[in-house]
């Protein structure tokens, strides 16, 4: 009766380790994802304050893996002063295509249905169909250096920046 009570004990035991140790990661809570992501340092925005495009790369966490590195999306960004930067998500807020710089470098053309924005991301053409203009996002430039952008994907279609 004691050999089974401990035969019971030394297979038991280490298999209620292991489930519980799998199972870790799904009673931990999830942390908040953390919202400012770094783009790019200053030294790489041009001092005539010409847009740049960046790829946003972020963490994706699952409840047992961290990738680091995964493009989420990505944002134009352009030197405003010596410490100031301004950052738009290169996501038209008409339908969801892409903007691109345009070709003279005053402004930013979505090539789906020419949607024109000014330099300030305001829409530059009456005539455009985006509801609002190039969604703005909030900067913070850390350790003097290093820009940091506040990424976020909004509604498109809709005059309101709404978060998604
Ligand atoms: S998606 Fe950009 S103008 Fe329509």
Same mark, same amino acid.
């Given at each position: 009766? +004691?050999?089974?009570? +401990?035969?019971?004990?030394?297979?038991?035991? /280490?298999?209620? #380790?292991?489930?519980?140790?799998?199972?870790?990661? +799904?009673?931990?809570?999830?942390?908040?994802? $953390?919202?400012?992501? !770094?783009?790019? %340092? +200053?030294?790489?925005? /041009?001092?005539?304050?010409?847009?740049?495009?960046? /790829?946003?790369?972020? &963490?994706?966490? %699952? =409840?047992?893996?961290?990738? !680091?590195?995964?493009?989420?999306?990505?944002?134009?960004?352009? !030197? #405003?002063? $010596?410490?100031?930067? &301004?950052?738009?998500? =290169?996501?038209?807020?008409?339908?969801?295509? =892409?903007? *691109?710089?345009?070709? @003279?470098?005053?402004?930013?053309?979505?090539?789906?249905?020419?949607?024109?924005?000014?330099?300030?991301?305001?829409?530059?053409?009456?005539?455009?169909?985006?509801?609002?203009?190039?969604?703005?996002?909030?900067?913070?430039? !850390?350790?003097? @250096? &290093?820009?940091?952008?506040?990424? *976020?994907?909004?509604?498109?279609?809709?005059?309101? *920046?709404? /978060?998604?």
């Amino acid at each position: 009766m +004691l050999a089974a009570g +401990l035969a019971a004990f030394a297979t038991g035991f /280490p298999v209620a #380790l292991g489930v519980r140790c799998l199972l870790d990661p +799904l009673r931990r809570k999830r942390r908040a994802p $953390e919202l400012f992501v !770094r783009i790019a %340092n +200053l030294s790489a925005l /041009p001092a005539d304050g010409a847009p740049r495009r960046f /790829p946003v790369l972020s &963490e994706r966490v %699952n =409840v047992w893996t961290k990738t !680091r590195g995964v493009p989420v999306g990505a944002v134009f960004l352009r !030197r #405003l002063g $010596e410490a100031s930067v &301004e950052a738009f998500n =290169v996501v038209c807020p008409h339908a969801g295509c =892409v903007v *691109q710089v345009a070709a @003279e470098g005053g402004g930013y053309l979505c090539p789906c249905h020419n949607s024109a924005f000014g330099l300030d991301g305001r829409i530059a053409d009456p005539g455009s169909p985006s509801p609002r203009g190039l969604d703005a996002l909030a900067t913070e430039l !850390r350790h003097g @250096e &290093e820009v940091w952008v506040k990424f *976020q994907n909004f509604r498109t279609g809709v005059r309101d *920046q709404i /978060p998604i």
